[in-house]
């Protein structure tokens, strides 16, 4: 989902600075954003602002307003989080699938390759990773994931839920959090992709399914620590409540 | 799905002849659908077979000429297929979450009068559905099952599924078969309208969501069967070989 | 689990009579029965009696009482329950294996040979179920399919959970009723046997898995409703509440 | 399954020295095992040497000689993973049932205890496990989590599982590697310990389940990691070609 020439530095930091921003509730919904504003207040050039702005309005964290730019969009909670749990359900059903009816070579080649570049993200010395090439990477391998059950339906639906609000794999990176913990979660998130292909080789469909399920919750869990330490601002407002 | 103004046994007939023949291959893609013809043939006026068009292009079997009218949309197997193992996925998700959520039980008892309604289809005594009954109150329960999890998200999506080609929980039905195994199966489905609330009721999440995706399951049986005495005129050129 | 020298039809009336007596509470927990009671009662010789008594030992609803003879057996419906859902998990689990790591071919022509004769049993013109001969190839079914997966331990553990009380999977069997209902019921249940085996051969695991499911909970609902009718008696003493 | 008596540091390395010389094929099956020899070996005591020698019998690795002493007990690939196949689903059931059912607030208050105490087992600064620890606390875990659901029978059930050969929850852990990858394998294996208990406090059954599974699959894979070095000697003649 995250477009080749967002891979610019800039524009994806912009992406985490705009998320982070709307996630701690310094923006709330309606809010205009201008180009101009941020790209000084990150002290970047207008057109990686422009591009991250684009990609979040794909994302369906804002969209665009009638009068030109782009507005925070209105929603609660409880639509992020079923947003999430459609990707998991549509992404196990792909994997389930894949499974069943047998996935090609050359796909399943291609994901073992985007993993083992997503293995050089992380510094396994220092415990850091390189949040901008891993949401990059996450991207692509979740992109080509889509494809994988040879189902142009589920390729369709997937590629279509991953704009809703919070549904990209991505949508959980941010600038924020930088600890051990953080290193941790990403190293289950690698090795959940992991996995998923190996169930998916062996013929194990209920396994690749679960597996699937619990790699998308796993960003309902780390959104979850995020509002923990700053509530959605807007969620009492529009959340039901059950 | 089916609207009210459908119910009208006129139209729904249509509907049933229409699909009768997308399915025989005596109609093939791209074929054009004139309802003065269709009027004359089914020995009915226009106004019912216009609202069967309407209806079957809300099911994804038609589509809307530039230049008016309808035209059979180009579909294979395989699309049928998973549309209807997506809606088999997304109303298990509905009944997991409302037995995981609980569900209101004002709309529970909705559903238990819909299902009461439907037992009215059946003739206990000649083993005979009253199949026009049956297709609209079976469309009620469904468009009414899709909001028990309280989600908006699942119904907007489930809603969005329904009107995929075959994937509406009354497409399986037809004025063909009218046989002792017809009638069995129909008991089959409505048993299960009863099971899956009986699991929600019941806090069970994987046995409501299992239930849910056997019941869309049914449909892709029925159509299978179908298929098998009039297969597919258009399948081959598009389905993908696997 | 249904030992062949059973099949005389006495020895299996003997065994729906006695069952029916527990259940319906004229029997109680640590009531001792009598061999030459129960023979002059349903007026049979004592041997199908002495048949019947060692073959409800082996499900688990009598225990041989250390003087000789056997004695009701204590248990609550909460061990029942638990019986039941210990058996679809593990049939469902052979199920699913089986579909995953590929049945042998042998075994599942032998499987359907045993679904055509189960249906030999069905009279579909007077709506009635031949029962003796349904309990003795459904117990055949069961046992030929718990050797499905090629799995020793779960062949060796599914063998020893049908002997808990009313695990068998034709323990819900009984002389009582007969209705279009119960016909109904036993169309589905030979339904299932069906689709579990269509599921394997079609790689299918998560679906195997849970129609097998489906299957074992039918024989719970088939018990809730004898015992809707004749509470079982000793049921508050002995569950806990919850 | 851990006694604690045998917490003592030595009977434990014990454990893992003879379990890592099962799985290097450095003993083969029908191989006598004498308490001197190992107690030399090791340098320690008689006593530990009899306690680990007992519980590895408990754990199903070894068995009881007709003339005293134990004996390596022979077992496939196969057996060890159906064993460990067995656990997951059983202890995933229970998972399960308890999110289906409501757990007691008592229990869960015990599990969450307990899950604190294997934290301290890791020491984060050095990334090193304690594992004599962490084997007592994590088996303390299991012995309790099998009680959640209150159901008798599947804790009966689960009891006994967890004697078979390696299907024991701490049959994985060895003396031999030492690594970050083992490290962070043990990470895992304890956030699943948190998220089972999440998963069964929201209510969400499915999930408890899948996860409950995906854990017992864990020592799986850790096993074929160990095997993948060492490969068991006693495969080739014991397990069955697929």
Same mark, same amino acid.
């Given at each position: ?15 985490? #600075? ?9 923006? $709330? /919904?309606?809010?205009r ?10 002290n @970047?050039?207008?057109?990686?602002? =422009?591009?991250?702005? $684009?990609?979040?309005? &794909?994302? &369906?964290?804002?969209?665009? #307003?009638?009068? &030109? ?8 909670? +409880?639509?992020?989080a ?19 009816? &047998? ?8 994901? +073992?390759? @985007?993993?083992?570049?997503? +293995?050089?993200?992380? +510094?396994t ?33 997937? %590629?279509?839920?991953?704009?809703? /609000?919070?549904? %990209?794999?991505?949508?959980?990176? %941010?600038?924020?959090?930088? %600890? =051990? ?18 169930a ?11 597996? #699937? ?8 869990? $780390? ?17 039901? $409540?059950?």
């Open positions: 989902m995250m477009k080749k020439n967002l891979g610019a530095t800039h524009a994806l930091r912009a992406v985490f #600075a705009i998320r982070d921003k709307i996630l701690s509730g310094q923006y $709330s /919904p309606g809010d954003l201008g180009e101009v504003a941020i790209a000084e207040e990150l @970047i050039s207008r057109t990686p602002v =422009r591009d991250a702005l $684009s990609h979040l309005a &794909g994302e &369906g964290m804002l969209e665009r #307003a009638s009068t &030109g730019g782009f507005v925070i969009r209105d929603f609660g909670f +409880d639509d992020i079923d947003s999430i749990e459609l990707r998991g359900i549509l992404e196990g059903t792909v994997a389930r699938l894949a499974a069943e009816r &047998g996935a090609s070579k050359v796909r399943m080649n291609k994901l +073992d390759k @985007i993993i083992l570049s997503i +293995d050089e993200c992380f +510094d010395e220092k415990f850091k990773v390189n949040r901008t090439l891993y949401a990059e990477r996450n991207a692509e391998f979740h992109e080509e994931f889509g494809k994988l059950s040879g189902s142009e339906v589920m390729e369709r639906e997937l %590629s279509r839920v991953m704009k809703m /609000p919070f549904a %990209s794999p991505s949508a959980f990176l %941010s600038n924020k959090k930088e %600890s =051990r913990a953080y290193y941790l979660e990403l190293c289950t998130a690698q090795q959940q992709h992991r996995d998923i292909l190996l998916i080789a062996k013929g194990q469909g209920t396994r690749a399914e679960a597996i #699937a399920r619990a790699h998308a919750n796993l960003a309902m869990v $780390s959104l979850g620590e995020t509002l923990a330490i700053n509530p959605l601002k807007f969620t009492s407002q529009n959340s039901k $409540s059950k």
